[in-house]
């Protein structure tokens, strides 16, 4: 959870496209921080699709969480972002960008944070380049929940987010302990390819 620092101001409509943004992203962000529980499951289970990509993905998620259970996610789960087996990944900004933890990528996103005015809440124990933590803070910008200046959406976007998260979905698509999570980074990757495409055309 973020715990917004400062109140800074800004006037924007959410529409209805913008809304269902944000809920991939906290869905994402959930997945991404912990195991999804019975009823998440169920919930996923019951998704529907179309022939779009976006479409697909949202129909082999529903496929992966009818094959699975809370008990079978939470191990994989672990065995993805908590152990040190093969399979296991790195969901971090400062890995990808620079082959590090805690490394200057991070540094820069605490920097913007702090223009923001968000700061980590103090129960969280993962830094906060955390693929799970930025698709939070995400999910809070195309929602309106975090409120900021005009443009700060597409900036934290471009710095944050579309230079390495795609490949972190990818990696996640294809890790040899996922299964259910298999489908999240399908959906992961699928998802940020449209932002990026989105955030790329003028205006």
């Known amino acids: 959870m973020m715990n917004p620092a400062s ?53 082999a998620l529903a496929d992966a969480a009818r094959r699975t259970n809370e008990q079978a996610a939470s191990r994989e789960f672990f065995a993805l972002f908590a152990g040190l087996g093969k399979g296991s990944l790195l969901p971090y900004a400062s890995h990808y960008l620079s082959d590090t933890l805690y490394g200057r990528p991070l540094a820069r996103l605490r920097e913007t944070l702090e223009g923001l005015g968000l700061e980590k809440a103090p129960e969280r124990t993962e830094p906060e380049d955390h693929a799970g933590f930025l698709c939070e803070v995400m999910a809070g910008l195309a929602g309106g929940s975090i409120l900021a200046p005009a443009g700060a959406e597409r900036l934290f976007f471009d710095q944050h987010v579309s230079r390495w998260m795609r490949r972190f979905f990818s990696d996640l698509e294809r890790a040899s302990s996922a299964d259910f999570y298999a489908a999240v980074g399908a959906l992961g990757r699928t998802f940020i390819e449209i932002e990026a495409k989105a955030f790329a055309l003028p205006g």
């Open 7 to 59: 109140g800074i101001a800004s006037v924007r409509i959410v529409d209805e496209f913008d809304l269902a943004r944000a809920q991939e992203y906290a869905l994402l962000a959930t997945l991404l921080t912990r195991g999804p529980d019975t009823q998440l499951l169920r919930r996923l289970s019951a998704l529907h699709g179309d022939a779009s990509p976006m479409g697909v993905a949202h129909m």
